[in-house]
């Protein structure tokens, strides 16, 4: 237990952080769950438009120290030799 004024209030923004943090992360999965279902669906231009919306919310998660930018930069790049690979 936080014993000193500084500890207690290094408590209380790890709190607030990891909050925002989880929110960022969970925000991204679900727009990469989006471009899954429409992938799996073989629509194409419904994987395109939620491409659109996935990459960027994963480089702007990792940005922020959320996620690890070489995990995210390999997520967007699976996701988009995937939808790529639809054109086929």
Do not use: C, W, Y
């Amino acid at each position: 237990m936080a014993n000193t004024k500084s500890a207690k209030k290094a408590t209380r923004q790890t709190a607030r952080r990891t909050e925002v943090n989880k929110s960022r992360v969970s925000s991204a999965r679900t727009a990469v769950r989006k471009l899954e279902d429409a992938i799996a669906a073989g629509d194409k231009s419904a994987a395109d438009a939620a491409f659109k919306a996935a990459a960027p919310l994963l480089v702007r998660t990792s940005q922020k120290g959320s996620m690890h930018k070489k995990t995210a930069s390999r997520k967007v790049s699976r996701l988009n030799a995937r939808v790529k690979a639809m054109a086929n």
